[in-house]
Structures are given as C-alpha cells and as structure tokens.
C-alpha cells in the first residue's frame, strides 16, 4: 500500500504531464498558424503579380514548417495540433479520455489565436484583422471533405502499421501536396480554420465563411475513420 | 486435419485480403490521379502566364503527394498504383498470380478513373470533359519509355535490395524529376494515362493519344525488366 | 600511474581533437555563409523582376544547403555552426567548458567572415563590400525573436529526444519556412549576421542594424531555453 | 586445393561482377546527364521569361533526380557517377585497384556521351549539338574549385563516418544547392563536363570552357581530399 504522500505526489506529477502536453499542442498549433498565416502575408507581398506563385511559397513553407513543428512537440504531446485529429484519436481508441481530448482541442484552439496574433504582429499589422476573403461554394466543401480525409487517413495509417516516426516529413509533405490538389487549398484544421478568420491577408477565411469548413473538415475526418477501419482494422501491424 | 468450418473461414479470409488490397489500389490510383489532375488545375488557374511554373507547381504536388499515397497503402497492397509495375512484379515473381494481377489492374483503372472524376467535381468541372490535348510524336512515344523504364527500374532495385522502405520518397522524387527530364512529362502508368483523357485540362491527353503512350510504357517496362535481371539478378541483396 | 609521456601525448591528442572541432565549425560556418551570400547573389542576377522568387531561390538553396553542411561536419564538432547555439549548449550543460565556448565562437565568426569573402570573390565582386541594406523596426525585431527562438528550441528538442540524427533534415527545413514565416527573413545567428555586413548583396545587412538584430537573437534564444526546461525536462528520453 | 574449373569460374564470376559494375556507371552517368541536359532543355521551352525560373526547374529535377540514381545504381558500383569522386575514393584507398578506376571513369565518360545523345533525342533535336555557350573566367573557376570540393569533401564525410545510406539526400540536396551558391552553377563532375559540351541548350558547355573547368575539378577533389584528412583522419568513425 502506497502511502499518502506518494499517491499525492503521483497524482501531481501527473497533472504535471497533461499540463505540459496541453502546453505543447497550444505551442505547436501556434507556431503552426504563424507559419501559414506569416508565410502568406510575406507571400502577397513579395510575388505580387503571381498568385500560383504566392502558394508555391506559402505552401512549401507550411510543409517544412509542419513538418518541424511535430517534430518539435511530437514526443511530449503527439503533436496532434488539430482537433479532427485528436477527435478520430479518442473514437480510435474507444472513446476513452474525454477530458484529454477536451484539453487538447482547448489549447489548439487558443494556440491557433495566439499564433495568428504573432503573425499579425510580426508583419507590422494590428494584433488581430478580421478577414473579408470568403471562400464558399460546394466545390470548395468538396475540397475540404478529400483535404481532411486525407489527412487523417494518412495520420491513422502511420500510427497503425508502426511508422508514426514518418509522420513529420509524411504529413509536411501531404499538406504540401493538398495545398494544391484541393480547391479549397486544404485548410483540414477547424483551430486553424478559427485562427485564420482573425487575419485578413492571403491565407484568412471570412468568419461566415468558416462555419461549413469546420462541418466539412468533420466529415472527411468521418470518411478517414470508415477508411482506416477497413485498411488498417488492427491496432498495429508489424513495422515496415 | 482440419475441420470444414476452419478451411471455409480461412478461404473467407483470404478473399477478405484479396480484396482489402485490391481496395488499397483503388483508392491509391484515385488518390494519385486527383493529386495529378486537381494540382494541374490549380496551377494553370493560378499561374496563367508562364507554363514552366505550372509544371513546377504540378509537379512538386506531384512528388509529394505520391510519396504519401505510397506510404497510405503500401502496408495494404504493397502500392503498385500502376498496371506496369504489377505486370512487372508479376513476371519477376515467377508468374504466378494471374488472378491477383487481373484484380489490381482492374483497381488501379477503375480507381483512376474516380479520381478523375473527383479532380473535375472539386474544381466545380462536369465530372467528365475529354481531354482535347494532343500528344504525339516520336519524341514523345521516347519520353515515355524512358520514363517508364527509369520508373519501373527503380521499384525494383529497391526491392531487389532490402530497400522498399525507402520507396515512397524515392518515387516521388523520380516522377518530380521525370515530369521535366523527359519530354512527354512522364505520364509512365497506363491507369493514370486512361484516367487523364477524362479531364480536359492542364495534365489532359487525347484519347487518341494514348494507345500509343500506353504501348511506349510496355516497351519501358519491358527493358527495365532486362536492366533489373542485369543489375540485380539475385532476388534481394543484403539490406545496405 | 601513467608516465609524463603518456600524460603529454594524451593532452596534445585532447587539443588537436578541440583544434579539429573548431576548424569544423570554421569550415562550416563559412560554407554556411557562402551559401546565403552566393545564393543570394545569384537570385537577385537572375530574376531580378520578382523578389519573392529571389526569395523562394534563396531560401531553398539555404535549406539545402544547411542541411548538407551540418550533415559535412556534425560527427567532427556537432555542427553548431552558430554563437547561440552553442551559448545554449554550453548551458544547458551546467555551464561547464567556457574556453570550448569560446573557441566555437571565434572558429563561428572568422569563419563566416572567411564565407562572405568567398561568396564575394565567386561572384567577381571585391573581398569585401560593406552592406546598404536597413533592416530596422519593431516588427522585424519580434521576427528574430521568433526565428531564433524556434531554431534553438527544434536544436535541442531533438537532442534532448535522442533523435539528433533528424538535425540535418529538420534544421534545414526550419530555416527554409523560417525565411518566409517570419518578417526578418531569420537571420537567427550572430556569427552569420556579422558576415552578411560584409556584402553590399541580396542577403547584406547594414552593420548599424546587426547589433539589435544579435541582440533579439539572444533573447529568442533565452525564450528557446525557457521552452526546453518545460516540454523536455529531462536530459535525454527514449529514442522514438 | 580447388579444382581448376572452380578457379576459372570464380574468375569468370569476378570478370562479370566488375562488367557489371562499370555497367551500373555507365547507365547511372547516362541518365545523370539525360536529367541535367533533358530538365534544362524543358525549363527553357516552358520559363522563357526568367532565367532563374529556369534554375529553379534544372537545380530541383536535378537534385531528386541524382539522388533516385544513386538509389538505383548504388548497391551494385557505389554510384560514383563522377570520375573525380572515383579517384579520390582510389586515392583513400592507398591508390590500389588502379584498373578497376579506369574501367569506371570509361564507363562515366561513355554513359554521359550516351546520356545527351538521349536528352537532345527526347526532345526532337540532333543526336549532338555543339554547344556555343562559353563559360570562361576566375570566378567562374573558383566556383568550380568551390563545388566540387563540397562534393567531394561531402562523399567521403559520410563514407568514413558510416552513412553512406544517407548520400542519395544528402548528395542531390548538395547539387541541387550549388548550381545556386556557386557562380559556374556546379558542373563538378567531369564525365559530365564533357557530356554538356554535346548539347547546344540550356545546360551546354563550349568545348574550348571545358578543359579548364576539368583542371577546377581537379584542384577542388585535391582541396577536398585534405580536407578529409584533416576532419575524418580516420577510416570510419562509429555511425550516428
């Protein structure tokens, strides 16, 4: 039987570690929308005259910079630094957890903010801008269904085969490609699709406009659970 | 001796992985043709006024979103993605598994022609438009052989090997490189090359272009068959 | 008890391996240097009509060539190639080693200094030409911050998680989307802010302008050290 | 005692192992040169408006492609691909097996005479072109000097470090961030020198450039082996 003082101390040590996971999906989410949002504001303003040009900057430094940032925050929290992700986690798991995944969809959300103030900051703009680029249109919902399925799908299917230590260059490399495959540019990220209405730069997304890109983020992230279910229906193959 | 009921079950089994992997196929080749067509969509709306870019746009999107398709399904069905490199797998392993090859080809056309679809519906297009651009030539019927010979040659050395694991980025960065090093952009799969007609857009080919793409892809297979049994005629080397 | 000769030899051994530790950081530093300048120079000759080309140009070559670098001389000297960094190692260490820390730092600024003049010289311009180019304000001081507070943190996030051998590829990718993300283009490194004075090109800088920039670069590394203690308490986890 | 039949086949077996592998050599440098010569001919149809673009196209196909070939052909020559690195690697070697090198530098010198005889077919042009474009002057050599000393210093750094797994990366990140930080773009190599005069485009050399950027080779491949000496000293240290 443990005594007291050592259940006490176990228990806070604990706490200590949902602290620092939390503190570390709110810093990668962060550092992640400072990448996107800084990367396309130094986009428009360096290639005016090319907008396929703009994205080829943003979206090359958004997947080197995703791809640092889980590396960053990978070990402690599993650098999820997306609420569909830690949502399919916890369905993936059997539901269990609730207040984990409540913590960590806390700290992307307010992450994400944070780190789209950072951005504004950093290019000399008011802290926060609400952005007036609307983005809207089946197509486009089309787009963030296949960007989000995707994505997930791609997170799941490393976990499951043993290879999650792919996943910083995989999932760089994935958002890369989705920036240009998708109409929509592959936002696959409801905190940073929040995050995003607060700048209105190259990579913001009018507030009205965010709504139906979250639903439609929920529904790919549904597509990828069916999708990992019958391509990958045991916890964990063998490591390739 | 085992009873009926263990014999049914591991036969219902069997076809169940039969079946998973071709689904693995299917869902890959749909994958890549999206990734193809959509970026080339993209980029030729993005970048009207220099067609080097869009290529670099198209093919960086490429690369990149290959790379993770492999990685996605490779566990599953092993990622031919391309009735060459089944054809050739299956000459090299004997062949034996004539069924096996028919079903993944099956997929793989199939599955490219969804993704085109999906490509056409994502970017607000009818879900069909044939494509009207012609490509034909002798250089270009050797563009593809080339392509495809480099291409199917590679697959193989790696496996041959002890190598597959380096297979995703390895691909990725062949087809990045060949959609310039060769003239025809290195189309160098015959699925991909059937999906394409149906989308008349930037990565488009005539449907009477392509039988000829197609048999340049054979004779591309067929001597990175010669080179593969030259270079690497043990079945695998030690792992480097 | 060892005789005096052993004594001796094994002392002159110890200063010729610090000796060949600092040349390390000589040699690479200054190919570092070359790299941002030559590029740099070469950007700006070639498509002297979009700077966020110039830009794109730039910073791919850097990341590249980074990587490569560190990759050159790591085994010899760890590939700090930067004050900073090594400011941060020394005390993260316990502070021990003083006189190795300043050996690295003078092997890290004469050699940069050694990599502009090269750069210079490649280019068919004077050994050395002093920067006109301002880089001044707020903003682009919150930038440095930043760029050197997630260079530092990404450093030893993979050190202290056992997965320095990530470096190369990481560190690289970082100052690649850090050359986009953040407003100063992240110089991120006093020892290179020092040689990039010495070329009136692409990537110079004023030297009335390199004291704060060095000065935020230490604070962004005191921020990194801060971030360290609190998502990687302990020296070293487990290998992922 | 062995039987004279088993000695004449073992003999027989190593005849074909070294056919086999200046084979290797031969395709390996061919389709280097095809890369280099085919990616720069496209860049220039597709990028006619900025030369830089044209860089960016040439320098990326470049870099992922030399690292595929070095996949491809590694296992079975090395994959030198490049008559300078063949001489160093003898050189290190205590300058034994001097038949084995010639057989290699033959093998590149033909391979890349092949490989633009290829390039300039793909794209409907003369099997050989002469080319017109001089190249010619100091700062251009120390380019040279500079590129190929990288190189060559890189090979070896991995070699006697124990990650030659990592020179397929490793070596097209190089290349593909020399053509931009070296003044002569990076030629390095002179099995490919002489290939490039063959081709009147993008990539082309005049015949009458050509002997002096092979001396450049030369002193550079000397520079790096010191440079060898003085970082690596010994043949392998421990791998990282």
Redesign the interface.
């Known amino acids: 039987m443990r005594p007291d003082s050592v259940r006490y101390r176990a228990a806070g040590r604990l706490a200590q570690v949902v602290v ?1 996971r939390a ?2 999906e709110f ?1 990668g989410t962060g ?1 992640l929308v ?2 996107v949002i ?2 396309g504001i ?2 428009a ?3 005016p ?10 979206a ?6 995703l ?2 940032i889980i ?6 929290s599993g650098a999820h630094l997306n609420p569909v992700v830690s949502l399919v986690d916890w369905a993936l798991r059997g539901r269990r957890g609730g207040r984990d995944l409540a913590a960590y969809v806390a700290a992307q959300v307010t992450g994400g903010i944070g780190g789209a103030i ?2 504004n ?4 703009l008011p802290p926060i801008t609400i952005s007036h680029h609307e983005r809207t ?3 486009l919902w ?2 963030e269904v ?1 960007a989000t399925a ?1 994505l997930v ?2 997170v799941f ?2 976990a499951r ?1 043993g ?4 996943g ?3 999932i ?3 958002i ?8 929509s540019t592959s936002f696959a990220n409801p905190a940073v699709t929040i995050a995003r209405t607060l700048s209105d730069t190259f990579t913001g997304i009018k507030p009205s406009s965010a709504p139906m890109f979250v639903l439609m983020q929920l529904v790919g992230a549904g597509i990828a659970y069916g ?1 990992i279910r ?3 229906p045991d916890r964990v ?1 063998a490591d ?1």
Chains 1, 2, 3, 4 share one sequence.
Do not use: I, K
């Open positions: 620092r503190f570390a810093v550092l400072t990448v800084g990367s130094m986009a303003r360096l290639s005259s090319d907008v396929g040009l703009e994205l080829v900057e943003n090359t430094a958004t997947a080197a910079g791809a640092v590396l960053l925050v990978g070990p402690v950072l951005a900051l950093m290019f000399a249109g089946g197509h089309l787009g296949v995707g799908a791609l299917a490393l085969s290879r999650a230590h792919l910083p260059a995989a760089g490399a994935y890369g490609a989705a920036y240009w495959f998708t109409s999708l019958l391509l990958y193959l390739r």
